[in-house]
């Protein structure tokens, strides 16, 4: 069938790539470690096109829309962040459109929010598009990953956001710490990411707690890879304890992430009583980008 579109959702490590016919079926999907952050400075939009130069070749002037690092000021080009609250319309009026490859050439604006009364200000690229791709969403859409964004949505519109940086300080401390020479990769211990859940929910002197991690491996409480589990589900409850104080009469949650990650916090929030819809991030990114390319008029 014929290509009406390629979506792109192109982040800090990895490229997604769709092809679309007219009817926003997807024909093709391509997956790669080809983010920004992966290569020298002025080198990453190359490297992004190099990587989908056959489907451009095969596709003369068929039109490209691409979310997240795009829009940065590593990306393609860079494209402003637009206050919430959003809808398909508003970024779809922001586009950053240009011609490039032959082509028209579109970039999705990322969505900021401000809190006044809490002086906090947060920013994204990426993750607005696949929570406007949801077609029933809840109240507050939870993208977990590294840098874990907490969406608030009502009346399919993004009206606030919050980040919680888990997945970096996971991964720093068990590559760049102390706590890196008492845990390990292993089988899933699903009991001792609870009792770390249990831990974040009851102590929270989360400075303190971490060190306990380093303590409790020099002293065999745990094995390794269980210590690595408990670490995960220590930083997951504090992300969990901060976040949900905002919304004290939270019910339920949508989950844009893959597993087993969808399926932690899943079982992080279902432990404080709070249901969760799981939703896989390729279908929420494409359901996302065809939305803006109709709304724009690109497909």
């Known amino acids: 069938m014929t290509t009406a579109l390629i979506g792109v959702d192109w982040g800090s490590s990895n490229l997604r790539a769709f092809r679309f016919n007219s009817q926003g079926e997807v024909l093709e999907t391509r997956h790669a470690a080809h983010g920004v952050t992966r290569f020298p400075a002025g080198e990453a939009t190359a490297a992004m ?138 089988a899933w211990d699903a009991a001792a990411f609870q009792q770390g859940l249990d831990n974040a929910s009851a102590h929270p002197d989360w400075l303190t707690q971490l060190f306990g991690v380093r303590a409790r491996g020099v002293q065999g409480e745990m094995p390794p890879a269980s210590l690595a589990a408990w670490l995960s589900g220590l930083l997951i409850g504090y992300e969990l304890v901060q976040g949900l104080a905002r919304y004290p009469d939270l019910q339920q949650v949508a989950i844009v992430a893959s597993a087993p990650l969808s399926d932690h916090y899943a079982s992080a929030l279902a432990s404080r009583g709070i249901e969760s819809q799981l939703i896989d991030g390729d279908q929420a990114v494409v359901h996302g980008l065809w939305r803006v390319a109709k709304e724009a008029q690109l497909a």
């Not at 009026?93 to 082509?103: D, I, K, N, S, T």
């Not at 999705?108 to 969403?137: H, K, Y």
């Not at 990953?145 to 401390?173: C, Q």
């Open 49 to 186: 096109l190099a990587r989908l130069r056959d489907w451009l070749d095969a596709c003369p002037g068929v039109p490209m829309l691409l979310c997240g690092m795009a829009g940065s000021k590593l990306g393609w080009r860079e494209a402003p962040y637009l206050p919430a609250p959003a809808d398909l319309a508003t970024l779809s009026r922001g586009l950053v459109r240009f011609e490039a490859e032959q082509r028209q050439v579109a970039i999705i604006p990322g969505v900021s929010s401000f809190e006044d009364c809490a002086g906090f200000r947060d920013v994204m690229r990426g993750e607005e598009t696949q929570a406007l791709g949801l077609s029933a969403p809840a109240p507050l859409l939870i993208a977990p990953g590294t840098h874990s964004k907490w969406i608030r949505l009502e009346d399919a519109r993004i009206t606030g956001l919050h980040t919680a940086m888990t997945g970096e300080l996971y991964a720093v401390l068990r590559q760049h710490s102390l706590i890196a020479g008492v845990t390990c990769d292993g």
